[in-house]
């Protein structure tokens, strides 16, 4: 018995055991979720174990490895709480596996967490279409509505769905790596964006990748300009380094200031207004009926939704029919592709706050990671037209709530180019100084 304890001593003791039980869950979990989102077959009961088992594995991190303040253990708690009423209420369990998976990601390198969930996307997503292409699995053929041809899901459920995978996965990519990025992974982005327009049509998916381009590109031309002005002169009585801020410095570190505001505030902004021009939705409303027209019809089907289920506290039972994973539908079409009225009507009003709340602080803690800032701005954007805000299998950027600096602090200047100087430049103009290389707090005893 002795032993079994000492081993079981020295296993809790290592930091490194605790993000093997995070990344055995996390690599089941998302892999399982990945697959649903392809036509490759799969079996439900073998997802459900895998399910129990990501939870087991999940849930065995946090008690054995993590520790938490009482605000922090607070938080955690009320958000797990509230997914079991919504799953209570509604009947979905997602957003307890969402809080769960978040939580869980307590202290794992959040650029770890990212590139994992980059290559399993990149390894489903790539075999889904090679095997559209070859024929092992169907490649889902839609007319298009505008009279375009042919859409092609290339082995996804549904076009946008395949679509979505490539904006999410570049979003990842672009921050993760944003700082070796050249001119021609610029322009095969935009490559990238012109095939999904012509073989899936999938316009505001298009707009979002182009946007992720044009955003990200101004962001290196602001960067490589500040690198340009940043000279230094010494001193010549104290010996001392004094850095002169040029104009284009001044206006990057004021935009990054921008910037950070910008996102904290961006999803909450952007729900609010959808929400709004949802419920004064009217048909016969021409610049209501335009905005409608531009997103494919989403302000209608929102409107749909709020008439006949209405809002609550924690959700409801919202079945929706979509038109992915089959040609033949019977049922009639209604699906609420805006990612904030899906939550608020699943979900509940309590929730929606929840995940606002949460990406706020996100924007917070880590306000230097221009980067970050940018990529959140962009997801605010997409989650306007797509549903996937929550969806793991998608979207990997809730982790960075309570998810570690480590592997990515070696970007040290957060703000418009590299280096220690960065954190002068801040200093200079305002800004607060970056924490330097994050440490993980190792559970005691």
Not at 94 to 105: K, Q
Not at 300 to 305: E, I, N, S, V, Y
Not at 383 to 398: F, K, T
Request: proline share 2%; net charge positive.
């Amino acid at each position: 018995m002795e032993v079994l304890v000492e081993k079981y001593k020295r296993f809790v003791r290592d930091s490194c055991n605790g993000e093997v039980l995070f990344f055995g869950g996390f690599i089941l979990y998302i892999f399982w979720k990945m697959i649903r989102t392809t036509m490759f077959p799969y079996s439900e009961t073998v997802f459900q174990t895998c399910l129990i088992l990501s939870v087991v594995l999940l849930a065995g991190k946090i008690f054995l490895f993590d520790s938490y303040t009482v605000k922090m253990f607070m938080a955690v708690a009320a958000m797990l709480a509230c997914g079991l009423l919504i799953a209570m209420a509604s009947g979905y369990l997602w957003p307890f596996i969402w809080v769960l998976m978040i939580a869980a990601a307590k202290d794992v390198p959040f650029g770890k967490i990212l590139r994992v969930h980059l290559l399993i996307g990149a390894v489903v997503v790539g075999l889904a279409f090679c095997a559209s292409l070859l024929g092992v699995i169907e490649n889902l053929a839609y007319p298009a509505t505008d009279g375009r041809g042919i859409r092609y899901s290339f082995g996804c459920i549904y076009t946008t769905d395949f679509a979505a995978h490539l904006f999410f996965m570049l979003l990842t990519a672009y921050y993760l790596y944003h700082k070796k990025m050249r001119w021609f992974h610029y322009i095969g982005t935009c490559v990238i964006a012109g095939v999904i327009y012509y073989y899936c049509n999938a316009k505001l998916d298009t707009i979002c990748i182009l946007l992720l381009a044009a955003v990200f590109g101004i962001y290196h031309i602001m960067r490589w300009q500040r690198e340009r002005e940043q000279i230094q002169t010494s001193d010549m009585e104290v010996g001392n380094m004094q850095l002169i801020l040029f104009k284009r410095t001044k206006a990057c570190l004021t935009l990054k200031k921008l910037l950070g505001r910008l996102a904290f505030i961006s999803l909450s902004v952007i729900s609010l207004a959808m929400y709004l021009l949802t419920s004064a939705y009217r048909e016969e409303n021409k610049f209501l009926e335009a905005v409608n027209l531009a997103i494919s019809g989403r302000l209608m089907l929102g409107k749909k939704g709020l008439k006949q289920f209405g809002l609550s506290l924690f959700g409801k039972n919202v079945p929706m029919e979509g038109m992915g994973g089959s040609l033949k539908h019977t049922k009639p079409y209604f699906f609420i592709d805006c990612s904030y009225l899906f939550i608020l009507l699943r979900y509940g009003i309590l929730f929606l706050g929840i995940v606002c709340i949460a990406y706020g602080i996100i924007c917070y803690k880590r306000r230097e990671d221009t980067a970050l800032m940018l990529t959140i701005l962009l997801l605010a954007v997409s989650s306007a037209i797509d549903q996937h805000l929550l969806e793991e299998a998608y979207n990997p950027l809730g982790y960075a709530l309570f998810a570690g600096m480590g592997e990515m602090s070696d970007r040290k200047a957060y703000i418009f180019g590299g280096g220690n100087q960065a954190g002068d430049l801040g200093k200079a103009y305002g800004f607060k100084e970056d924490g330097g290389k994050g440490e993980r707090k190792k559970k005691k005893g």
